[in-house]
């Protein structure tokens, strides 16, 4: 950390050189006595002519060459009548340009600025200025003023000018109030700022540290922080002492403001098995409304076998036509999806998932039935319609995701559902418990649902154990295909993988066909030799190309067979620095032009364009590209994701990660050709079977393992399974036990 004494310049704004609205990340160039300074840092709607006063330091950038880097960003209105002129011709005030700005000074000089604070209707005095033009202005600047206010007073809190802006465009010029009032309102999801932060404001706003709102908000804090954990819910009975001693507050306090989030809705409680369960409002809802939605659908369905004979025929005339004979198991999940209104199809690798998924959707299309193809990621999806040759679409892409909204909405729901007449959805163990909710909600009344997954697959990164819920509850026509085809018998990929499931170690001898085990003696060691079989053994034995076909994978971040040594050791050998090629440094990396990088969250907003010159939004948490082009000028980056290009600015570049070696979590829903699996010094709370199950099955003609026998063995013995509290299981069987 930079421990430099900051200094301070006082200057006029010459040029806005760069500012991004929607982070407040701005480049100016700044008249500091007879020295043009660059200051780089955030603010919000800059404009020339303003006075500032920055806090920072000096450095040098690599392309850029010296910046004054600030902290601190101070504005102060322009005070004489030609710096005022400046300023308003530059447009910082919407409806005023360089003639109207020349006008205005014209007539009040000095005190123009004043003016337009105080009486904006004196301003009509200025000819082509009209009683509604001359309110609009004051309005325009009585915004400003406020942005002012709110910088000023968060920056003082310690706030950091980017989440400054962020707070600012959620709640505009009454967030000054609102965070005296409550702080604790900055620790949402949206914002974000650690509880830790907002306690201290609040010790500095004099708020008692027993007040009800700092221990709602602590309440919040932890259901929230456990959701980040895949829990949907918590016990009443762990929460609560768990909420006193993170508050350091007795428990009868908790539990009093505990009784009064429930009064008001803020929480929610369920009671199931004997012990009462606490959730945040929105998990409640989406856990409830799932649930609702199947026992309506379950309890409305005709009875079974009506269609039977007309499916059972028309399955014959597909199976005749694809030139194939589906076995007895598979003909019972294809016909059972074709009555059913939720069916849900699961299997390991080998198992002809696939196949029976292409007779589901020849059968569909056979009795004119429309569909819709959706999984939980864009790789995900692009497979899905690589298999089935039909287009798949992300779940968001398919709900219509809006954008630029303050928390994530769709398009399509109950007002405006899906026209199809079945939803098949791959993929489902990573999906969490609000995206089902929003795909119910988008479902139209009579369409049928179909979901497709692998339920000893890790299950979703957010909240929620939908899939293994759905199956376990056993309301759910379900079949769960297991017999190994005898092609598939021929990959040791796949035996491998049932070995696994069956709590066996695969064979790590075998030294032929698309399985391989190189045992290493340290974790450095492992990543060297995952480094060369990357950048030349691999390429040199099977023509693959490191970008496009090799992934390696880790089950973890740290350690030197980690991904993120990893990545720094396949940067170095695959993409080395080079004079040809640009370069940026970002958050403590260096992005280049060629890098393989992987998008770290959900962005409905950025706009891409894809190679028929046609626009669209969205890029998603997972999709892995490649960085095509790093342009200092306009300072930003291209990356491409197959065929499309989406530009980031620098300071968005904290979306991107180096995807040279991804972690298993990330890696699911995507196939690759070629895996290599370092497992080697990884973390005890790693080492699990189905965390080597889902790195197993991600390689689709070659895997690699490097590293440890030993750590292979423990993870096949350690069976655990991540102890997720949810009760969608127990609401669909108090669902399913109602009378239509």
Known sequence: MDQRPLEQLQGTVEDVVYHNGDTGFTVLAVSVGDELVTVVGETPDIAEGEEVTVSGSYGQHPSYGVQFKAQLIQRTLPSTANAIVRYLASGAIKGIGPAFARRIVSVFGDKTLEVMEKDPQALTQVRGISPQKAEAIGQEYTRLFGIRTVMLFLTAQGIQPALAIKIWKRWGAPAVDLIRQNPYVLCQDEIGLAFEEADRMAGDFGLDPDSCRRVAAGVAYILRHNARQGHVCLPRDK????????????????????????????????????????????????????AG???????????????????????????????????????????????????????????????????????????????????????AAKRMTEVTGYEAKTIHRLLEVEPFQPSLTFKRGEKNPLPADVIIVDEMSMVDILILESLFRGLRLGARLILVGDSDQLPSVAAGNVLGDLIAGGQLPTVHLDRIFRQAQESLIVTGAHDIVRGEVPNLDARDRDFFFLETRTPRETGELVADLCARRLPGSYGYSPLRDIQVIAPGKQGAAGTRELNRLLQQRLNPPDRSKSQAESFGRTLREGDKVMQIRNNYDVVWTNDQGEQGQGVFNGDIGVIEMIDPPSKTILVRYDDLLVPYPFDAADQLEHAYAITIHKSQGSEFEAVVLPLMGCHPNLLYRNLLYTGFTRAKSLLIVAGSRTEVAAMVRNNRRTLRYTNLRAMLEEQCAQPL
Do not use: W
């Open 239 to 290: 929460l609560l002492p768990m909420a006193a001693s993170f508050l350091e507050l007795p428990g009868t306090l908790i539990e009093d403001s505990v009784a009064e989030m429930l009064g008001d809705g803020t929480l929610e409680a369920y009671e199931a098995g004997g012990r009462v369960y606490l959730y945040l409002d929105n998990l409640f809802r989406a856990e409830s409304y799932v």
């Open 293 to 379: 939605r199947i026992g309506l659908m379950l309890r409305m369905a005709p009875p079974p076998g009506l269609s039977e004979a007309r499916d059972a025929k028309e399955l014959a005339a597909v199976e005749e036509a694809m030139g194939l004979t589906y076995d007895d198991l598979q003909r019972r999940a294809i016909l059972g999806a074709m009555e059913s209104p939720v069916f849900i199809l699961t299997g390991g690798p080998g198992t002809g998932k696939t196949t029976t998924l292409r007779g589901m959707l020849a059968l569909l299309e056979a009795r004119g039935e429309t569909f819709a193809l959706a999984a939980p990621t864009g790789r």
